[in-house]
T-cell receptor, first 115, second 111 residues
């Protein structure tokens, strides 16, 4: 009963290809996120979706596009992959109104390698 | 621009010793989080700190928050090898919808 799941876990592809990473959460949360963790372990928020509406769009290239078919899913599509896109991508989710103990819950990550 | 600065970035300590990791941030925030990440793994929530003076403890880890100084600390007491991991602080600047992370502190506890 994984709370936040991502597929695939590993993704190796050639430059210029288009790929997608899927994320699903079974926590009933309204808000989902995508983060990028680079080789130096630095974590940067990419997108945030609340009730299927984009509410944060950091300065990421428009080759990256989040797609949310329903509030339990937030997929990440990447077009024309570049070497610099190689990283670990984490999906996360959180409830809309945070209680005293609420936080973001992270998926296991997808390690993307662009050759 | 919001800055979240952790120090040290690398920490090697002996088992049984105490040490503190610091997290400074540059804007007002309602919440501060501490996460742990093991190599090749996801992020695990450790603490959520909500108010000035908040202190939370779990095992050998204790986190505190001083919102006036915009400073949080993660104190490690009598370190054990199992605590070896990367520890991140994160500042929430939009009530849960925009969380910014520090660079992480890579902790190695040696026997």
């Amino acid at each position: 009963d994984t709370a936040v799941s991502q597929t695939p876990k590993y993704l190796v592809t050639q430059m210029g290809n288009d790929k997608s990473i899927k994320c699903e959460q079974n926590l009933g949360h309204d808000t989902m996120y995508w983060y990028k963790q680079d080789s130096k372990k630095f974590l940067k928020i990419m997108f945030s979706y609340n009730n299927k509406e984009l509410i944060i769009n950091e300065t990421v290239p428009n080759r990256f596009s989040p797609k949310s078919p329903d509030k339990a899913h937030l997929n990440l599509h990447i077009n024309s992959l570049e070497l610099g896109d190689s990283a670990v991508y984490f999906c996360a989710s959180s409830p809309p109104t945070l209680s005293a103990t609420d936080t973001q819950y992270f998926g296991p990550g997808t390690r993307l390698t662009v050759l | 621009e919001l800055k979240v600065e952790q120090n040290p970035l690398f920490l090697s300590m002996q088992e049984g010793k105490n040490y503190t990791i610091y997290c400074n941030y540059s804007t007002t925030s309602d919440r501060l989080y501490w996460y742990r990440q093991d190599p090749g793994k996801s992020l695990e929530s450790l603490f959520v700190l909500l108010s000035n003076g908040a202190v939370k403890q779990e095992g050998r880890l204790m986190a505190s928050l001083d919102t006036k100084a915009r400073l949080s600390t993660l104190h490690i007491t009598a370190a054990v090898h199992d605590l070896s991991a990367t520890y991140f602080c994160a500042v929430d600047i939009a009530t849960g919808n925009d969380m910014r992370f520090g660079a992480g502190t890579r902790l190695t506890v040696k026997p």
